[in-house]
């Protein structure tokens, strides 16, 4: 027997399926916004690979980069992008569109609100670039659903599929390591903001890549003292940036494999940060116990 709720959405969706309901709802005025928001929302879901491919292109081609130098011409932006004027302004046509550039009169193009937003994040133009992976994996979603192949995203990401993540060399992690770097500013401030590491004499970042989130943390707490832990070849990574930043006699590094090795001592704070998401849970479960068995009594544990 059909709940109530099953029945009052089969009702919804008969009336909502209905063709001289659509031009009801689109001819009252009153119902007339909800049916042209709910009509731009389907658009979009129709429309959206064109959305990220265009994205990509701008990204790849530098547009938002350019235009920072002030509005241009078609014809001044042709050579700039390698591309034929008719293709160029087939671009900015596409780009003005999602407000990544916008028309500014006599034929000139400039960076669209959104689009000065994306040329200020190089985290962002490195995640759109690395989205390229994944539009590839989806030529098929059926066939990717119903197979067991490896995927380039996968490949790309290669701890998730190792055995022995821990024998990974460092030319193996560098990709997703410098992809991890850039993008990490884009969260780093914010938990920053909202954890205050004041009372915290000494941060242990778990899978902190590079160290980008440990440095910042740093910079901002001059008498805080970190540990960085995370696969071998990436643990090295970070104890260079370290040492780059002339922060090594406050910052350091362990190499480890956090699913089966335990987590270092000495530290009164734990952070997580872009780490637990990446797991299944019985994985996240094994992560936060071994945190909570390396942290001492009163101790705290940061999840972002």
């Given at each position: 027997m059909r709940s109530l709720r099953d029945q009052l959405h089969s009702w919804r969706n008969r009336l909502l399926s209905s063709a001289r309901f659509?031009?009801?709802?689109?001819?009252?005025?009153?119902?007339?916004?909800?049916?042209?928001?709910?009509?731009?929302?389907?658009?979009?879901?129709?429309?959206?690979?064109?959305y990220s491919q265009v994205l990509l292109t701008c990204v790849r081609l530098r547009l938002p980069e350019i235009l920072r130098d002030g509005p241009q011409t078609v014809t001044e932006l042709a050579p700039r992008l390698g591309l034929s004027p008719a293709a160029t302004e087939r671009l900015l046509a596409a780009a003005s569109a999602l407000r990544l550039a916008e028309g500014r009169g006599a034929g000139r193009y400039g960076l669209g609100d959104l689009g000065a937003v994306l040329g200020s994040m190089p985290g962002v133009a490195a995640m759109v670039e690395h989205h390229a992976l994944l539009y590839d994996d989806l030529r098929d979603p059926v066939s990717l659903?119903?197979?067991q192949r490896a995927t380039g995203l996968g490949e790309y990401w290669p701890y998730a599929a190792?055995?022995?993540?821990?024998?990974?060399?460092?030319?193996?992690?560098?990709?997703?390591?410098?992809?991890?770097?850039?993008?990490?500013?884009?969260?780093?401030?914010?938990?920053?903001?909202?954890?205050?590491?004041?009372?915290?004499?000494?941060?242990?970042?778990v899978g902190g890549g590079d160290g980008a989130f440990l440095l910042e943390a740093a910079r901002r707490w001059p008498g805080l003292e970190g540990i960085v832990v995370d696969l071998p070849a990436v643990a090295g990574r970070a104890a260079r940036a370290f040492r780059e930043e002339g922060l090594s006699d406050r910052l350091c590094s362990v190499g480890a494999n956090f699913l089966r090795d335990e987590l270092p001592g000495g530290a009164d704070w734990v952070s997580l940060v872009r780490v637990i998401h990446d797991h299944d849970d019985d994985e996240a479960r094994i992560i936060l116990e071994a945190a909570y068995r390396a942290l001492p009594s009163g101790g705290r544990l940061i999840v972002a």
């Open positions: 659509q031009r009801a709802a689109a001819a009252f005025p009153l119902t007339r916004p909800i049916a042209r928001r709910r009509a731009r929302e389907l658009f979009d879901l129709c429309a959206g690979f064109v659903l119903r197979s190792s055995e022995h993540p821990e024998r990974l060399t460092e030319a193996e992690v560098a990709p997703y390591s410098r992809l991890m770097a850039l993008s990490q500013p884009l969260v780093s401030t914010e938990v920053l903001d909202c954890c205050p590491l004041g009372g915290c004499r000494r941060l242990m970042d």
